[in-house]
T-cell receptor, first 112, second 110 residues
Framework: EAQVTQNPRYLITVTGKKLTVTCSQN?????MSWYRQDPGLGLRQIYYSMNVEVTDKGDVPEGYKVSRKEKRNFPLILESPSPNQTSLYFCASRSGLANEQFFGPGTRLTVL | AQSVTQLDSQVPVFEEAPVELRCNYS??????LFWYVQYPNQGLQLLLK??????LVKGINGFEAEFNKSQTSFHLRKPSVHISDTAEYFC????????FGAGTTVTVRA
């Protein structure tokens, strides 16, 4: 089954404790992105990648890092999480600019 | 640079009534346009998309949208809604990247 998977689905952590949210897709898509969803703000892009070893900042990259060492994986790293990073995070992938973007199920992160 | 504005944050509607969700965009390049739906506690799924050709696009679950280049709009419509259409709807534009609007929450009441 074609899908985007994210782990963990739920995470509660404390300020400053490094964490990684994994994302994997099995559709051989070139494009992958991370978004955060906050009430009233819609989805805001954090980082995106157009292919292996190619990443770029989205609209809200501060406090986040990503890497794209393999085509299928695109982990999101929070080196020192802060409470303002409490949010619902979505990973997504697509094969081209004109094509449907497939979303993962979301990761709900709470930073205390 | 590109941006998307969804003009209504919340739309309450009665079952079997029509609904229209408004979306305007701005972009300096040619774009592709999408509508996504997010049902409660779920991820996003594609409703429909406009790439080129006919300006009236039909999607899943009876939804359709009309692309208007002169007004830079891509409004979503459904002639008769069901309770199951209660969800959040996002308009998105794909130029150099995919940008989303803030979302419109549709609540369908019996």
């Amino acid at each position: 089954e074609a899908q985007v998977t994210q782990n963990p689905r739920y995470l509660i952590t404390v300020t400053g404790k490094k964490l990684t949210v994994t994302c994997s897709q099995n559709m051989n898509h070139e494009y992958m992105s991370w978004y955060r969803q906050d009430p009233g703000l819609g989805l805001r892009q954090i980082y995106y990648s157009m292919n292996v070893e190619v990443t770029d900042k989205g609209d809200v990259p501060e406090g986040y890092k990503v890497s794209r060492k393999e085509k299928r994986n695109f982990p999101l790293i929070l080196e020192s999480p802060s409470p303002n990073q409490t949010s619902l995070y979505f990973c997504a992938s697509r094969s081209g600019l004109a094509n449907e973007q497939f979303f993962g199920p979301g990761t709900r992160l709470t930073v205390l | 640079a590109q941006s998307v504005t969804q003009l209504d944050s919340q739309v309450p509607v009665f079952e079997e009534a029509p609904v229209e969700l408004r979306c305007n965009y701005s972009s300096s390049v040619s774009v592709y346009l999408f509508w996504y739906v997010q049902y409660p506690n779920q991820g996003l799924q594609l409703l429909l998309k406009y790439l080129s050709g006919s300006t009236l696009v039909k999607g899943i679950n009876g939804f359709e949208a009309e692309f208007n280049k002169s007004q830079t709009s891509f409004h979503l419509r459904k002639p008769s809604v069901h309770i199951s259409d209660t969800a959040e709807y996002f308009c998105a534009v794909s130029g150099d990247k995919l940008s989303f609007g803030a979302g419109t929450t549709v609540t369908v009441r019996a």
